[in-house]
């Protein structure tokens, strides 16, 4: 008695092979394809971010200062990567406190070389209270002022390194000034860049990643996200 058994045949397996190999091939490209969009969607989201949070880190304190020292209204300083100024003293003469009631702060936002990756920048923020001195306050005492503040007081002897006491943030990575036909600077207080009004500051933030000097080649694509604006203090003075 001779037993049949059900069996593929050789095309049946042939077929079934190629077919699972193209299945298998589909399903790699597909998940290197999602893997590579997902990795890009997240680092431009990374980059987007960081510039927007130091946008409005930069705003919010700006909209308190009381002093801006750099960059100054004065060539060939009116266009900088250091952007520094104070609340709470006064613009003309330094006498600080203006309020005797209200705290003291310099804030100094700086472009420092990145310590991992060579050759790349970072956009730094340095900030602390400033003791003050025993005595009235500034409208008590217009001349001479019992404590004076000068632009070389603030204690940044090297960007993104914290010193007496001072906080630092990192804010954003690799940061790139705008072209040098635009002037390569991050803040501007030049009327030819939109900083007319005497309280303002053009603030030029741009992060450039780039794929190729990472070693990612062609399967990732440079990130360059741009934020520019004109900001305006709230006070008097040059």
Same mark, same amino acid.
């Given at each position: 008695?001779?037993?049949?058994?059900?069996?593929?045949?050789?095309?049946?397996?042939?077929?079934?092979?190629?077919?699972?190999?193209?299945?298998?091939?589909?399903?790699?490209?597909i998940y290197s394809t999602t893997n590579r969009h997902m990795f890009q969607n997240y680092r431009r989201n990374i980059v987007k971010t960081s510039t927007l949070v130091s946008m409005r880190a930069i705003q919010n304190n700006l909209a308190l200062a009381?002093?801006?020292?750099?960059?100054?209204?004065?060539?060939?300083?009116?266009?900088?990567?250091?952007?520094?100024?104070?609340?709470?003293?006064?613009?003309?003469?330094?006498?600080?406190?203006?309020?005797?009631?209200?705290?003291?702060?310099?804030?100094?936002?700086?472009?420092?070389?990145? #310590? *991992?990756? @060579?050759? +790349?920048?970072?956009?730094?923020?340095?900030?602390?209270?400033?003791?003050? =001195? &025993?005595?009235?306050?500034?409208?008590?005492?217009?001349?001479?002022?019992?404590?004076?503040?000068?632009?070389?007081?603030?204690?940044?002897?090297?960007?993104?390194?914290?010193?007496?006491?001072?906080?630092?943030?990192?804010?954003?990575?690799?940061?790139? #000034? *705008?072209? @040098?036909? +635009?002037?390569?600077?991050?803040?501007?207080?030049?009327?030819?860049?939109? =900083? &007319?009004?005497?309280?303002?500051?053009?603030v030029a933030l741009r992060s450039f990643w780039q794929a190729n000097p990472r070693g990612f080649g062609t399967s990732q694509r440079d990130v360059d996200?741009?934020?520019?604006?004109?900001?305006?203090?709230?006070?008097?003075?040059?």
């Amino acid at each position: 008695m001779i037993k049949r058994r059900n069996a593929f045949t050789l095309v049946e397996m042939i077929l079934a092979v190629f077919i699972f190999g193209y299945m298998s091939a589909s399903m790699a490209t597909i998940y290197s394809t999602t893997n590579r969009h997902m990795f890009q969607n997240y680092r431009r989201n990374i980059v987007k971010t960081s510039t927007l949070v130091s946008m409005r880190a930069i705003q919010n304190n700006l909209a308190l200062a009381t002093r801006i020292d750099w960059p100054n209204r004065t060539a060939p300083n009116d266009r900088l990567n250091t952007l520094a100024f104070a609340t709470n003293i006064d613009q003309l003469t330094g006498c600080y406190p203006v309020n005797p009631f209200q705290p003291v702060h310099w804030h100094y936002f700086c472009l420092g070389n990145d #310590p *991992l990756i @060579a050759g +790349s920048r970072n956009l730094y923020y340095h900030t602390n209270t400033t003791a003050l =001195a &025993a005595g009235p306050a500034c409208s008590n005492f217009p001349s001479p002022c019992p404590t004076c503040w000068t632009p070389t007081s603030y204690p940044v002897p090297t960007c993104g390194a914290a010193a007496a006491g001072q906080t630092v943030t990192l804010l954003m990575r690799h940061v790139v #000034p *705008l072209p @040098a036909t +635009s002037g390569g600077f991050l803040f501007s207080r030049r009327g030819a860049d939109g =900083a &007319a009004p005497v309280g303002a500051v053009r603030v030029a933030l741009r992060s450039f990643w780039q794929a190729n000097p990472r070693g990612f080649g062609t399967s990732q694509r440079d990130v360059d996200f741009t934020l520019d604006t004109v900001l305006s203090v709230s006070r008097h003075g040059p």
